[in-house]
């Protein structure tokens, strides 16, 4: 009798934790939640990230907040996240640059993306164009190439983050070029100069050339895209023009990895809601960013496979660890 009672009591006392539990998981979020975005105002993470705040804001009741923490190739805002708890309440707006190339431009980077941070959801997959301002001589990618070969070393691209430098390194090594590849601290003043004619052509992630393609102030010479966008059907794809050149990138929402598996599940059901959203899905699309929604285990083997790609495409474009 005094065995079975106790069973009993063990198994009241399972119950109540297993409750216990599951209120903690209900109670996500708890407080304001912070989504770091790594890089200026303006910019494609920041536009992406700022979107999925105000669906999920919606969604929850509770507030979350973008903070911008530009600076050191998204190397500032990472570390940010790192050092805060885990405990969900403190996200990455993870990219391309900060959880899949860093690992490979960096000789000592001050975090380890594999270990240290988790991609609790992915919210879309994009690319960029070569960008020139429309007042430019070069109204084709064979013009801005016969410049460049007519005139070597005379010429500059502006390059802020990995999905800018990497493919500008790609077209100068693939195609043979020669020029300056010119580094700015945020995509606005790279941008400036293009306006103004001290650089010829940026490479710009779609998300961020949008808005000054639809002005008609800059044109696009070819999409990093694998095929031809609907947008700009007469646009060529790099591929098109340059044998092996393909880059392309994503977002997501990140954590530490050492938030609980529980939270994890949480996040990544309500950012994936979010990105399937009425409001969100189609915003996306228009910014020619394909939505797409995956479980953690997709997620952990996509960031894996995209740390891998982007290593190849480092080694290929010829950059060496700084």
Known sequence: MMLHRRALWG??????????????????????????????A????DLVARLMAQQMQIATGKPFVVENLPGGNGVVGTLAVLNA????????????????????????????AARDFI??????????????????????????VADLRAHPGRRNSGWFNA??????????????????????????????DLRTGLIHFVFLDMVAADQYLASGEFRALAVTMPRRVSRWPNIPAMTEVMQGFE?????????????????LRQINGLATAAVQSEAVAPRLRAMLVEPVTMDLEQTADYATAEREKWGRLIRLAGIEPE
């Open 85 to 112: 708890a885990a405990d969900g309440h403190t996200l990455l707006l993870g990219t391309t640059t900060t959880l899949s190339a860093n690992p490979h431009l960096l000789k000592q980077p001050s975090y380890d």
């Open 42 to 45: 303006g910019g494609s993470s």
């Open 11 to 40: 198994l009241a006392a399972a119950g109540l934790a297993a409750r216990r539990v599951d209120a903690q998981e209900m109670a996500f979020p708890r407080q304001q939640v912070r989504i770091v975005a790594p890089f200026a």
């Open 247 to 263: 880059t392309g990138g994503y977002w997501g929402i990140a954590a530490r990895s050492a938030t609980p598996p529980a939270l």
């Open 163 to 192: 999905s800018s430098r990497i493919p500008a390194a790609l077209f100068k090594r693939i195609g043979g070029l020669d020029f300056e590849e010119v580094s700015y601290k945020n995509f606005g003043n790279a941008i400036g």
């Open 119 to 144: 991609l609790a959801c992915a919210i879309g997959i994009s690319a960029g164009c070569l960008m020139v301002p429309t007042a430019s001589p070069y109204r084709s990618y064979q013009d801005l």
